[in-house]
């Protein structure tokens, strides 16, 4: 038997994130190595190839696992809600994630470029985390960039 649960997030700035209007928050994850993250890849498959595989390739080494749902709107809500402690993807476009990113500064979590500034609509690389592992996000990045 196949059961379809339907789900709404939504958030409005300065009165939280929300699950099917209950409210929700990022995990409490404290550490990489116990975090499960997710990514996905850009459209242009051979630009950056080499950089993507080696990024995902160390973070999967510092981590529980590594997930591609195939969605960065989808990846921020996990990550808004607790299911994903992090989050990184690049080559985005802003209707890839204006939404997720107000939901996941709603419920707590932190989203930058990979620069580590704050996100902003033109930014096109980003980090989201739950606050508690994002220095360990960048710093993977960062030094595999």
Known sequence: MLVIKYELY???KNFGAYLNK????????????TALVATGFP????????????IFQNMYKNTQGVRRAG???LDLC????GRLDGFW??????WDIAAGALIVKEAGGLITNTENNPYCLEDKHI???N?????EIYKIISTTS
């Open 10 to 12: 939504s958030a409005i």
């Open 22 to 33: 209950k409210k929700i928050r990022v995990s409490t994850v404290k550490k990489l190595t």
């Open 43 to 54: 459209y242009e498959v051979q630009e950056n190839f080499f950089l993507n595989m080696k």
């Open 71 to 73: 969605s960065a709107a």
């Open 78 to 81: 996990y990550v808004a809600c």
């Open 89 to 94: 993807e690049f080559e985005l476009n802003p």
């Open 127 to 129: 980090i989201a985390s």
């Open 131 to 135: 606050q508690l592992i994002h220095s």
